[in-house]
């Protein structure tokens, strides 16, 4: 096994065991290591393509001790980088997950209060029809009630009509009889006495 592989197996191991912590605490300390191991790599990218060739070689000549500490400084910061982005990646599912769930329950508000609506049109609608059924049942009870009334007025007064009439022909009737079986009044002059005491002395 090369130097390496045990190198990587030792900070996977360190990884595997060490407990993931997002708490703000753990942000703060770790926001100083973001991109840092990608600059270690690409300082020591740039020192072995800018290295300068050896003397009759072209073999380039690199300071092997400051690429190995370049290396191992950067396998050191990986966990830490690698921990960071699984909070950013947790941070944002959680976001992700919290929007939805408060968008889902706008909807979910937003359709009760519209059931809400439409019940409430509906019992308006149902009242607002009840109330017309029960103002054209009471003008029609009013207008049947009024015409009994003037048809019982009218027959009860085509009766006492009747009655009347039939009175006033027996009324009639006893007066004539009466006017018959009177006897009839002499005609009574009143002479003046003082005339026929005057005529005597003639």
């Not at 990884?15 to 926001?31: F, G, K, L, P, Q």
């Not at 508000?109 to 009242?127: G, I, L, N, P, S």
């Amino acid at each position: 096994m090369s130097y390496d592989d045990n190198y990587d197996d030792q900070y996977e191991d360190q990884y595997d065991e060490e407990e993931y912590d997002d708490s703000d605490a753990y942000v703060r300390t770790t926001n100083g290591y973001v991109g840092d191991a990608e600059t270690l790599l690409r300082r020591a990218v740039d020192i072995i393509a800018t290295a300068p060739t050896m003397p009759l070689s072209s073999s380039p000549r690199i300071d092997r001790d400051e690429i190995i500490e370049l290396l191992e400084e950067c396998l050191h910061r990986l966990p830490e980088e690698m921990r960071h982005a699984r909070w950013m990646i947790k941070e944002r599912q959680e976001f992700v997950a919290k929007t939805r769930r408060e968008a889902d329950e706008l909807l979910e508000a937003a359709r009760v209060q519209a059931e809400r609506m439409v019940q409430r049109t509906e019992v308006v609608r149902a009242a607002e029809q009840r109330a017309r059924q029960m103002s054209e049942a009471a003008d029609a009870d009013a207008r049947r009630l009024r015409h009994e009334t003037e048809d019982f007025l009218d027959q009860r007064l085509a009766s006492f009509e009747i009655l009347l009439d039939k009175l006033n022909r027996t009324v009639q009737a006893g007066r004539s009889r009466l006017n018959i079986g009177a006897p009839q009044e002499e005609e009574f002059v009143d002479e003046d006495p003082s005339m026929g005491f005057f005529d005597q002395d003639r």
